[in-house]
């Protein structure tokens, strides 16, 4: 479901109802962005970005698939 928005300076203007543990795990993903998509990758098996499932070991390892990779510009 929806949770909110991000504005272009980073602000989270979260949408009613949103759970609070959304913005803790949004400032952890701030912190440390590459770690924090590494163990929801291992965890969920899913793209921390958008949900689908991973089905490569790279994907897994990374925490995002090829199409997301490129859609945020993290192709090396």
Same mark, same amino acid.
């Given at each position: 479901g929806f949770l909110g928005t991000i504005d272009k300076a980073g602000t989270f203007r =979260? @949408?009613?109802?949103?759970? %609070?543990?959304?913005? =803790? @795990?949004?400032?952890?993903? %701030?912190?440390?962005?590459?770690?924090?998509?590494?163990?929801?990758?291992?965890?969920?098996?899913?793209?921390?970005?958008?949900?689908?499932?991973?089905?490569?070991e790279t994907s897994l390892s990374l925490g995002y698939g090829p199409i997301c990779a490129r859609n945020y510009g993290l192709l090396k």
């Open positions: =979260p @949408a009613k109802g949103c759970p %609070a543990w959304v913005v =803790p @795990a949004l400032q952890k993903f %701030a912190n440390n962005p590459h770690h924090t998509a590494q163990e929801y990758g291992t965890l969920t098996g899913r793209c921390c970005f958008c949900y689908q499932r991973l089905s490569t």
